[in-house]
């Protein structure tokens, strides 16, 4: 099954529950063809002339799934693993966030199937301004706001917003709002590199005061990009204790916890953790990826990319709680599994959700031409975050069912009535 399968799957699976509660059989059939498909997909061919003067073309994707509720919204990653199937399944992903949330946007998202890493800072800032002459048509903070994700950044955002500028001939803030997870001196926000980490504390703080959970309670952390390390480093200052974390290529270990703040020294420095060197004093030692998945731990935390959880380790699982950090990380399978297994899953489109909102902050600074404080966005962040969970967890209660279906069933009644009140087609 594709992704994108494995995703609407989990969506169909909540319409039965949207007709019960009182709603039209066929409206309600109407919103779920419309938001099976997305409204745009763009592919592009982007030829890069390589320091070493080759020419390569490498693909590119923009794919617009809805826009009921507002302008199209969402990230840009680099990635060779980039398809139209995995950037169509986080396009919907991202209308699912912006709804549930009830944020005035709806969703997309945009990749470049390449590895960032294999090419030089000149190549990389020609290959995101050439991505942007070939889809600036349809962007535009009325239309479609692009943001950093995987493997793309402020800088990245910077050089994007700045060929988008010139090409439009504006020089005013407010058409800065074209994209957002820009660099502080170009109009970005304080925290939005932070948000989706801290956003994740915050829903995971929500979640364990509502059980009655007493820390420290035991982290694994799967991936150590931006997400993973901001929200080790947010659970490690309240007192939570991190006692894996892993990368792309090699993972630690200690029983008496990390501190994110040195693992992070080291990671920028050398790249990964393949020849970390280990503390004997603070009895670390290396694991192998796919173990991260067999510890004993409270709260484990996918923080990387999608489909690493499933049929075939969910058994090995041993938390109490999963917390979605990546989008999409574990399959149907998996889930199934889980679910039957009692282990609460707190699905990304609630766990990870904070970065959009902080952009939207952005998006909102810009055009009012305001600066907003750090404590002012993780204050705002926080009001909408504890208020979404307290629906979640109130609609799983009365519908006696999982979080993700809570979230999924408040996300799309939401685009259904926007769709009542459009009264199109
Ligand atoms: N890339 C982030 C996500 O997957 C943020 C998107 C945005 O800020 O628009 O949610």
Redo the contacts with the bound molecule.
């Keep these: 099954m594709s992704i994108y399968e494995n995703t609407l799957k989990r969506l169909e699976e909540i319409k039965d529950l949207i007709i019960e509660k009182g709603e039209s059989e066929n409206k309600v059939d109407e919103v779920f063809q419309i938001l099976k498909i997305p409204q745009r997909i763009i592919k592009v061919n982007l030829p890069l002339r390589k320091d070493n003067g080759k020419l390569e073309i490498y693909e590119g994707y923009r794919v617009q799934h809805n826009n009921f509720l507002g302008p199209y ?3 840009i ?1 680099y990635l060779l693993q980039v398809d139209e199937d995995e950037i169509k399944t ?1 396009a919907l ?2 209308t699912l ?1 912006c709804a549930l949330v009830n944020l005035p946007l709806g969703g997309a ?1 945009g990749g470049i199937k390449v590895d960032p890493k294999a090419l030089s800072e000149n190549e990389l800032e020609k290959l995101s301004r050439e991505y942007v002459r070939k889809i600036y048509d349809f962007i535009g903070p009325d239309k479609d ?5 995987i493997n793309t950044n402020s800088k990245i955002m910077d050089w994007m917003v700045d060929e988008y500028l010139k090409i439009k001939g504006e020089k005013k803030e407010v058409f800065k709002a074209a994209f ?2 820009k660099s502080l001196e170009n109009d970005g926000i304080e925290g939005r590199e932070e948000a ?1 980490g801290k956003g994740g504390e915050i829903i995971l703080e929500a979640l364990i005061k509502k059980l009655g959970l007493k820390k420290p309670l035991t982290v694994a952390i799967q991936g150590f990009g931006n997400v993973g390390y901001n929200v080790a480093k947010f659970l490690y200052k309240r007192g939570y204790k991190i006692i894996a974390i892993t990368d792309s290529k090699a993972g630690i270990y200690s029983k008496n916890g990390l501190n994110p703040e040195m693992m992070i020294i080291w990671k920028k420095e050398k790249g990964s953790f393949d020849d970390y060197k280990i503390s004997k004093s603070n009895s670390e030692y290396k694991i192998k990826n796919e173990e991260i998945f067999n510890l004993e731990v409270d709260v484990l935390i996918p923080a990387a990319i999608e489909n690493v959880i499933t049929g075939n380790n969910a058994n090995n699982i041993k938390s109490k709680i999963i917390l979605e950090m990546a ?1 999409n990380p574990l399959t149907e399978e998996a889930e199934k599994i889980l679910d039957s297994r009692g282990i609460l899953i707190v699905p990304d489109i609630l766990a ?2 904070g ?2 909102i ?2 939207y902050f952005e998006m909102l600074q810009n055009i009012e031409g305001k600066r907003w404080s750090k404590e002012k966005v993780f204050k705002e962040l926080t009001n909408i975050l504890e208020n979404t969970f307290q629906e979640v967890w109130q609609i799983s209660k009365k519908f006696n069912t999982n979080f993700r279906k809570a979230s999924l069933f408040l996300a799309v009644k939401r685009i259904y009535k926007r769709y009542l009140e459009l009264g199109s087609y």
């Design positions: 919204k969402g990230g990653r986080l992903l991202m966030k998202k706001i692009p943001a950093p994700d957002t997870g989706t989008n990870n959700v970065g959009v902080v952009s």
